[in-house]
């Protein structure tokens, strides 16, 4: 079975700098969708980037970027340019079937 | 993307009610799944609703605990039954459009049992 791993549950930057979330993950599997899903006080989940496994170029979405190493397993999210509307717990996927999540990060942007 | 309508966004029940959620999507969509949320945790899968047949459970939860209808391509419900503290939780529906791919989410519904 597909595990997800966030090992950070907490963290915190400045606004206006970059942090980076780290995700592992453990499969089999050599094609799969990875994801990352931001979800604010809101409740509301939101779809932050994803990855395709058979592309090695890095997603980016504006601020947002991966660096993704399929080797190692390990699909990190840096955020850029922090600003106050990024805190938020931000949740990593797999996906191959069912989506599988990670236990999440609690990211705060302080002014 | 998809619009979902999750509905209610929150409730408090008695224990041993049950509360059915609805979700509507904007389109067909072929894969439509309910998520648990228990506070301060991630997200567990609960089942995968099917269109015309029943729905797939993961382990750990059951039908006459979690039913669940699909009766269309753009609607569900999951019921909560008989309901207990323990069933507090965020529940969220989720929609895919092409199979493994992302998955959109409704604004989930809060549920608190007392």
């Known amino acids: 079975a597909q595990t997800v791993t966030q090992s950070q549950p907490e963290m915190s930057v400045q606004e206006a700098e970059t942090v980076t979330l780290s995700c592992t993950y453990d499969t089999s599997e050599s094609n799969y969708y990875l994801f990352w899903y931001k979800q604010p006080p809101s409740r509301q989940m939101i779809l932050v980037i994803r990855?395709?496994?058979?592309?090695?170029q890095n997603a980016t979405e504006n601020r947002f970027s991966v660096n993704f190493q399929k080797a190692a397993k390990s699909f990190s999210l840096k955020i850029s340019d922090s600003q106050l509307g990024d805190t938020a717990m931000y949740f990593c996927a797999f996906r191959k079937g069912d989506m599988r999540f990670g236990a999440g990060t609690r990211l705060t942007v302080k002014p | 993307s998809a619009v979902i309508s999750q509905k209610p966004s929150r409730d408090i029940c008695q224990r041993g009610t049950s509360l059915t959620i609805q979700c509507q999507v904007d389109?067909?969509?072929?894969?439509m799944f309910w998520y648990r949320q228990q506070p301060g945790q991630s997200l567990t899968l609960i089942a995968t609703?099917?269109?015309?047949?029943?729905?797939?459970?993961e382990s750990g939860f059951v039908i006459d605990k979690f039913p669940i209808s699909r009766p269309n391509l753009t609607f569900s419900t999951l019921t909560v039954s008989n309901m207990s503290p323990e069933d507090s939780s965020i529940y969220l529906c989720s929609v895919e459009r092409t199979e493994n791919t992302e998955a959109f989410f409704g604004q989930g519904t809060r549920l608190t049992v007392v």
């Open positions: 990855q395709e496994a058979y592309k090695q």
């Open positions: 389109s067909q969509v072929t894969m």
């Open positions: 609703a099917n269109q015309g047949s029943e729905a797939t459970y």
